[in-house]
């Protein structure tokens, strides 16, 4: 089984990727951005929480986000892996991510690959889409930059876990998006 954390900085491309991959090793994606959003036009209760952090560019409270992924993780099967998008954020929801996948799959992370783009680009690329996406965390400058400090500081440490597993490429994601994704793909084969 292939299972690749997809990782970096709010729009670095992860989502963007992820769906080229999945079609491409028969993978499935599994957003908690894309899952809190559902939650958040449905009205439900853990969208009204999540809400609150997400206007502010702060992370969900790992518990939540990862009681969210295990429930999820169970709803897929007939695929050869999953691509982990924006999960995980911080150190304990990768120490989460490794106890679940091994007692609820007998699986493993296969590798997390790393994506690298300068903050202003992120700006830049983040501002466009909110113009859109409809995204309120994509609409207000100050809330971009908040999850770009959000990232620093809580995330970015995510990859010395990686790294001390001997799983851990970094790939160069500004570029055309093709190219990157056979860079990405490249370094799939290399680490399964
Ligand atoms: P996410 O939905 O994960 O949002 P994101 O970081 O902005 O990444 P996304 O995947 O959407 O964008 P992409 O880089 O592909 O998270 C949103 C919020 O949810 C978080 O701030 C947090 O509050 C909460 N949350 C989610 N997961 C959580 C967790 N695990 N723990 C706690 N809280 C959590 O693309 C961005 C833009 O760049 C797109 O418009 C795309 O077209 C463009 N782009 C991509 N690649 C490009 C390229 N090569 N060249 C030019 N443009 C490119």
Redesign the pocket.
């Known amino acids: 089984m292939i299972n690749i954390v997809l990782f970096?900085?709010?729009?670095?491309?992860?989502?963007?990727?992820?769906k080229f991959l999945e079609e491409k090793f028969n993978l499935k994606q599994l957003?908690?951005?894309?899952m809190?959003?559902y939650n958040l036009k449905n009205q439900t209760e853990l969208g009204k929480l999540?809400q609150s952090?997400?206007d502010k560019?702060?992370?969900?409270?790992?518990e939540v986000?990862t009681n969210m992924?295990r429930e999820e993780l169970k709803k897929h099967t007939g695929f050869s892996g999953f691509i982990f998008?924006?999960?995980?954020?911080?150190t304990s929801?990768a120490e989460s991510l490794d106890q679940i996948l091994k007692e609820d799959l007998n699986q493993e992370v296969s590798v997390c690959l790393s994506?690298k783009v300068e903050d202003e680009i992120l700006v830049g690329?983040?501002l466009?889409?909110g113009k859109e996406?409809g995204r309120a965390?994509?609409a207000n400058e100050d809330v971009i930059r908040e999850?770009i400090v959000?990232y620093y500081k809580k995330t970015d440490e995510v990859a010395e876990h990686y790294k001390a597993q001997n799983k851990y490429a970094e790939i160069n994601?500004?570029?055309?998006?093709a190219e990157?994704t056979d860079k990405l793909s490249a370094e799939i084969e290399r680490f399964t």
């Open positions: 970096g900085p709010p729009g670095s491309g992860k989502g963007t990727q992820a957003s908690t951005g894309d809190f959003r999540a952090y997400m560019g702060h992370l969900v409270p790992d986000t992924l998008d924006g999960y995980p954020r911080t929801q994506l690329r983040l466009e889409r996406s965390d994509d999850r959000e994601g500004v570029g055309e998006i990157i």
